[in-house]
Antibody, heavy 121, light 110 residues
């Protein structure tokens, strides 16, 4: 069974940085592209970033480009999102999501339960 | 404002058919496949329909998807109380170079 467990969320002041992580199990992590998708409590979904299986293609939403860095460690079966210069609009649940392909596709077939990032003074 | 436009709500009585629309443009729905996700309160989204109309294993055939031009639709036939949830459409946007989602449609079973 695919399991994706996010961690690292919490309360952070505006302008500060935070790194969230995702531990994967139940599938060959290194064979799949991965994504981060966020959701403001009670609101819609926003794709944040995606990374191909070998990290040779990493793309970001315009809203986070230049501030967020996505990376992965296939040996550790882990996914990361380094977030800098955080603002109130970054407050959201951050979901770690598995793609169905090695390169970025449109198919997100497994989601973690999310970790909450709250940006507030 | 979401790139893909969905009605905020839809409703029906048990047994009825409910249809949810998802409107986009040539840069997203018009040139890419559409997926649908179902999300219950406090839970992560779950893939419901992929590649416009395909159902993952375990998804009842009461759920069906379609796409035409720059719009897509999700239909739920034989509506059940367990179908009360929020449904999101999603696709790739060639101009934005990323995934885009609809704002979500909350389905209520009356």
């Amino acid at each position: 069974e695919v399991q994706l467990v996010e961690s690292g969320g919490g309360l952070v002041q505006p302008g500060r940085s935070l790194r969230v992580s995702c531990a994967a199990s139940g599938f060959t992590f290194g064979d799949y592209a991965m994504h981060w998708v966020r959701q403001t409590p009670g609101k819609g979904l926003e794709w944040v970033s995606g990374i191909s299986w070998k990290s040779d293609n990493i793309v970001y939403a315009d809203s986070v480009k230049g501030r967020f860095t996505m990376s992965r460690d296939n040996a550790r079966r882990s996914l990361y999102l380094e977030m800098t210069n955080l603002g109130p609009d970054d407050t959201a649940f951050y979901f770690c999501v598995k793609d169905t392909g090695q390169q970025l596709t449109n198919y997100l077939d497994s989601w973690g339960q999310g970790t909450l990032v709250t940006v507030s003074p | 404002q979401s790139v893909l436009i969905q009605p905020p709500s839809a409703s029906g009585t048990p047994g009825q058919r409910v249809t949810i629309s998802c409107s986009g443009s040539t840069s997203n729905i018009g040139g890419n496949i559409v997926n649908w996700y179902q999300q219950f309160p406090g839970m992560a989204p779950k893939l419901l329909i992929f590649s416009n109309h395909q159902r993952p294993s375990g998804v009842p055939d009461r759920f069906s998807g379609s796409k035409s031009g720059t719009s897509a639709s999700l239909a739920i036939s034989g509506l059940q109380s367990d179908d009360e949830s929020v449904y999101f459409c999603s696709t790739w946007d060639d101009n934005l170079h990323g995934l885009v989602f609809g704002g979500g449609t909350k389905v209520t079973v009356l």
